[in-house]
């Protein structure tokens, strides 16, 4: 097996070894109260959404993970049966290894195969040029394409990119690609800072990928035993703060919402501090290795279930309903959000 199939088997590997029930993406900071009365049934609620602009079912789905050797391939198909039995969407891992090695295509076209009518998100690195962007969009016959912005990742990585000058291929993907492009991080979050830069690239659809579930700065490290003296393990927003700092934003940009979810009560908490929906990680990919694609489909139908109860008992009628519902921060958060205001 060459090296990049060998890194993407590694990465599958080591995040389920690092994989925590309890997640730290901050979300337990946010309170929301009850609503006590809330004259509404059960199926008057609605949880469905859109994802970069495309309607979706419901407000959660299965964000990029895997392909690039047999393994990867496999669990891909395994991701994407579940996506396809639930309607969820489904996105790929990146592509760019499949643009160098035409062996490893079927492992990225198999959630097509297996997903013949539903959403499929491909995933590129922005280092890529429109062309590749095409070529990835082609192989998956894509709906969205994921563009990843995973600066931290490249510097952990001995062997990665040290030449992080990217914008020129973003604007010329963001302005050219016939289908919505979704650019995101990889667990690190986005500050409001680059937001504004992304207004200037045309930039619509974003998923602020924050800090406190999978980790690449720890997988990283683990892949080279460089435990001892650890580079940004700690680094970057978590997904809580992420999503504060995002919501001046809100008017500019449908914000998908990832990084440590762990259950429907983080998803609400994304949804209700602006999130038009969650990707989710980490918590897929653990299911699907212990419980197969039955056990992740039982997952994501249980996780539906419980996101409308949620919304009852919040007494909201739809995810727009979900932006008024009330909260509090946690004194930590609430400091946070109150220095953004100085930024
Ligand atoms: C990822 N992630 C990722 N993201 C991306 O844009 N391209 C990729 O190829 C990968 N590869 C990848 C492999 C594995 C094994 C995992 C677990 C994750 C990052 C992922 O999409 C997401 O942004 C983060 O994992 C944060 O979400 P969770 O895992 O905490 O839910």
Same mark, same amino acid.
């Given at each position: 097996?060459?090296?990049?199939?060998?890194?993407?088997?590694?990465?599958?590997?080591?995040?389920?070894?690092?994989?925590?029930?309890?997640?730290?993406?901050?979300?337990?900071?946010?309170?929301?109260?009850?609503?006590?009365?809330? %004259?509404?049934?059960?199926?008057?609620?609605?949880?469905?959404?859109?994802?970069?602009?495309?309607?979706?079912?419901?407000?959660?789905?299965?964000?990029?993970?895997?392909? =690039?050797?047999?393994?990867?391939?496999?669990?891909?198909?395994?991701?994407?049966?579940?996506?396809?039995?639930?309607?969820?969407?489904?996105?790929?891992?990146?592509?760019?290894?499949?643009?160098?090695?035409?062996?490893? %295509?079927?492992?990225?076209?198999?959630?097509?195969?297996?997903?013949?009518?539903?959403?499929?998100?491909?995933?590129?690195?922005?280092?890529?040029?429109?062309?590749?962007?095409?070529?990835?969009?082609?192989?998956?016959?894509?709906?969205?394409?994921?563009?990843?912005?995973?600066?931290?990742?490249?510097?952990?990585?001995?062997?990665?990119?040290?030449?992080?000058?990217?914008?020129?291929?973003?604007?010329?993907?963001?302005?050219?690609?016939?289908?919505?492009?979704?650019?995101?991080?990889?667990?690190?979050?986005?500050?409001?800072?680059?937001?504004?830069?992304?207004?200037?690239?045309?930039?619509?659809?974003?998923?602020?990928?924050?800090? =406190?579930?999978?980790?690449?700065?720890?997988?990283?490290?683990?892949?080279?035993?460089?435990?001892?003296?650890?580079?940004?393990?700690?680094?970057?927003?978590?997904?809580?703060?992420?999503?504060?700092?995002?919501?001046?934003?809100?008017?500019?940009?449908?914000?998908?919402?990832? =990084?440590?979810?762990?259950?429907?009560?983080?998803?609400?908490?994304?949804?209700?501090?602006?999130?038009?929906?969650?990707?989710?990680?980490?918590?897929?990919?653990?299911?699907?290795?212990?419980?197969?694609?039955?056990?992740?489909?039982?997952?994501?139908?249980?996780?539906?279930?419980?996101?409308?109860?949620?919304?009852?008992?919040?007494?909201?009628?739809?995810?727009?309903?979900?932006?008024?519902?009330?909260?509090?921060?946690?004194?930590?958060?609430?400091?946070?959000?109150?220095?953004?205001?100085?930024?």
């Amino acid at each position: 097996m060459n090296s990049h199939s060998h890194r993407k088997d590694e990465h599958v590997f080591i995040a389920e070894k690092l994989y925590q029930s309890e997640s730290t993406n901050g979300l337990d900071q946010i309170k929301l109260f009850p609503n006590n009365l809330p %004259e509404i049934a059960w199926d008057e609620v609605n949880i469905t959404t859109t994802l970069a602009g495309i309607p979706i079912p419901a407000p959660f789905f299965i964000n990029a993970m895997s392909g =690039g050797s047999p393994s990867t391939a496999k669990l891909n198909e395994k991701l994407a049966a579940a996506a396809a039995a639930t309607g969820i969407p489904m996105a790929t891992g990146s592509e760019s290894i499949a643009l160098k090695l035409p062996e490893v %295509e079927s492992s990225f076209s198999i959630v097509r195969k297996e997903i013949p009518d539903g959403i499929v998100l491909g995933n590129l690195g922005a280092d890529h040029s429109l062309e590749d962007a095409k070529r990835a969009v082609a192989l998956l016959k894509a709906d969205i394409l994921e563009i990843h912005l995973n600066a931290a990742q490249e510097i952990v990585m001995p062997e990665g990119d040290r030449k992080l000058k990217w914008r020129e291929n973003l604007k010329k993907i963001i302005t050219n690609l016939e289908i919505p492009v979704l650019v995101k991080e990889v667990g690190f979050g986005i500050s409001p800072r680059l937001l504004q830069q992304f207004k200037n690239l045309g930039i619509k659809y974003v998923d602020l990928s924050g800090r =406190g579930g999978t980790n690449f700065a720890k997988i990283e490290n683990q892949r080279r035993h460089a435990k001892d003296f650890p580079l940004l393990d700690n680094f970057g927003l978590s997904t809580a703060e992420t999503l504060i700092a995002s919501q001046p934003f809100q008017k500019e940009f449908s914000f998908t919402a990832s =990084g440590g979810i762990r259950n429907a009560l983080d998803i609400v908490k994304c949804l209700v501090l602006g999130a038009d929906n969650v990707g989710i990680s980490g918590l897929f990919l653990h299911t699907v290795l212990k419980q197969d694609s039955a056990g992740l489909i039982e997952l994501i139908e249980k996780l539906k279930y419980q996101v409308q109860s949620l919304m009852v008992l919040l007494g909201c009628h739809n995810i727009a309903e979900l932006r008024q519902a009330d909260f509090t921060l946690a004194p930590e958060l609430y400091i946070f959000q109150k220095q953004l205001q100085n930024y």
